[in-house]
């Protein structure tokens, strides 16, 4: 039985929970990986500024999610067979991408399962930026794989699933005796390795829990402001009642321009200037099966799981990286005389929000338009939810909000507040790592003021804007064609999750028969296709001469 995607516990794991003690350190050695085959006949590596190294290395690097022992990852069985959960056919389905073995990724596993060193000294294995942040559109039998580009991850169900294989090997005997003669686990290890797996278990479970919604996100989106609040206010500070529903799902933006900006995050609540770009990684990390204590006293900094080592060196990779270009040779040439009408449509009607951008300039500084929320009149859930999280503040009351300097914390505070409040705090715990990264990571941007009330949406640049399929910030438009109508004419259900791309409308097709998928329905809560009717009075030619213009940004 499910319920609201979350799978039904066994209940011989909830009376086993009792048992849990002794911590089994498994070897710190990697699996036996899959075979590297051959590469994929149709995939295609888009040209983006990476070298093949820097590629692999963003792949698979990690601050400091800590998800299992990384051997645990390659020998967990589905709960429902013995077919291996990280298989590439599974792990597929829930919308992860494929990637062979290597000294980088001795598992075989998808794109984003990033090795990191954890406090007890073996290798985990967590998610990276990679994970969300890498696209692939197919076509023809190409499969463009496009670096920064959005996930389609259906993280909800990926979580899900992966709680009831944990759950089921466990508590089934046959299971849990392969899952430790794998290990090499044998006497009192064996027992130990069951306390561990069943600990992990309700760790994962009681996370997910805390985020339990009755929205589902489906395939590449998350509420991922919705889960940093809960993940500091409720775990962090160990209080339950301040768990609110991360019921605001937004798309995994497009990363190749991000650390150029002004200000990032959908809202335009993060300006990128000074130390924001490092704060900002730290409080995905703790997000991301990451840790913090906040009980600890502040001078010191905060315990946290952040891998520090690496935050600098994952910043200035995403600045180096370019948008990607619109691939002739597989989508066609698109036509001279149109771009060149439709270079006069948009910059009368687009430029004025969204800045041009020179992709080949690596220094290049982007402004970004924040318009009002009235003004826009998309979907207004993720901008009410920022703005109306307050949570209760217990060890933190009397603390000032930037651990040295500001004004202190009452018994109450808004989410975003203790929230940054603990990434100084984690910052703090690691000054000289902290620094290095700030330095590795440092590049010039537009400065720009902190908005304390950021009630809008923002506008960047358009840069491979082709490649960021669906459109607006929650997702709910599949391609430019669509979101050049007027909103009542805009496809009220598509298929999310599936990679069929179409050229002409540039964005998903409505439907791919037989691909992984889930049904976007636009009259959910959240899920409103309204607003930026920008173009969308142009007659049919003239949007057609804007799409064409808009497939060589």
């Known amino acids: 039985m499910e319920i609201k995607g979350r799978p039904a516990r066994s209940a011989l794991l909830l009376s086993a929970l009792a048992l849990a003690s002794a911590c089994h350190k498994t070897p710190d050695a990697p699996p036996t990986p899959k075979p590297v085959g051959p590469e994929e006949p149709g995939l295609v590596l888009m040209d983006q500024g990476w070298s093949a190294g820097t590629r692999e290395t963003a792949w698979f690097s990690s601050f400091g999610s800590q998800l299992m022992p990384y051997r645990w990852l390659a020998l967990l069985e589905k709960p429902d067979s013995t077919e291996r959960f990280a298989s590439d056919t599974n792990l597929g389905r829930l919308g992860f991408l494929p990637a062979p073995a290597s000294a980088k990724n001795p598992g075989g596993y998808p794109v984003g399962f990033a ?62 005796d392969r899952f430790a003669n794998a290990l090499g686990a044998t006497g009192n290890a064996r027992l130990a390795l069951q306390n561990q797996l069943i600990r992990l278990t309700q760790i994962i479970d009681t996370t997910h829990r805390i985020n339990e919604t009755d929205i589902d996100y489906g395939h590449g989106r998350l509420d991922a402001f ?148 009235q003004d826009i009149g998309t979907d207004p859930r993720m901008v009410q939810n920022f703005l109306r999280g307050e949570v209760k503040t217990g060890v933190l009351q009397g603390r000032k909000q930037a651990l040295l300097a500001g004004p202190v914390f009452g018994p109450k505070a808004r989410s975003i507040d203790v929230v940054v409040h603990a990434a100084i705090g984690a910052t703090m715990r690691h000054p000289l790592a902290a620094v290095k990264d700030a330095v590795v990571g440092y590049h ?12 809008h949406y923002k506008a960047r640049p358009l840069d491979g804007i082709w490649a960021s399929a669906p459109y607006l910030h929650n997702g709910s438009v599949p391609n430019l064609a669509s979101l050049l109508l007027p909103p009542a004419q805009r496809p009220t259900a598509f298929d999310v999750g599936q990679r069929e791309y179409d050229p002409v409308g540039v964005g998903y097709v409505l439907k791919a028969e037989g691909a992984p998928a889930s049904a976007f329905d636009t009259a959910l809560t959240g899920n409103s296709n309204a607003g930026h009717v920008y173009g969308t009075t142009l007659d049919a030619a003239a949007r057609a001469d804007l799409l064409e213009y808009l497939k060589t940004l």
Request: glycine share 10%; hydrophobic share 35%.
């Open 444 to 455: 010039r941007t537009i400065k720009a003021g902190i908005d304390q009330h950021p009630n």
């Open 115 to 176: 090795p990191t060193r954890g406090s007890d000294g073996q290798s985990w294995v967590g998610l990276g930026c990679a994970a969300c942040h890498t696209g692939e559109v197919h076509y023809q039998g190409k499969e463009l794989r496009i670096d920064g580009g959005p996930g389609l991850l259906d993280f909800t169900h990926f979580e899900a699933e992966l709680i009831a294989s944990l759950s089921a090997t466990a508590t089934d005997p046959e299971k849990f």
């Open 226 to 373: 919705g889960q940093i609040f809960n993940a500091v206010a409720v775990t962090g500070l160990g209080i339950p009642e301040n768990a609110r529903p991360p019921d605001a799902p937004v798309s995994f933006p497009a990363l190749w321009s991000a650390s150029h900006l002004d200000v990032v995050q959908w809202n335009g609540s993060a300006p990128n200037a000074g130390p924001g770009p490092l704060l900002q990684n730290v409080t995905t990390a703790l997000a991301v099966y990451g840790t913090v204590d906040l009980h600890k006293g502040p001078l010191g900094g905060y315990p946290s799981g952040v891998n520090f080592s690496d935050l600098g060196a994952i910043q200035d990779r995403f600045y180096q990286l370019q948008s990607p270009q619109w691939p002739n040779a597989i989508f066609g040439t698109p036509d001279a005389t149109k771009v060149a009408r439709g270079a006069t449509i948009y910059a009368a009607q687009c430029q004025s929000c969204h800045a041009l951008s020179d992709r080949s300039d690596r220094k290049r500084q982007l402004p970004t338009t924040l318009v009002p929320l």
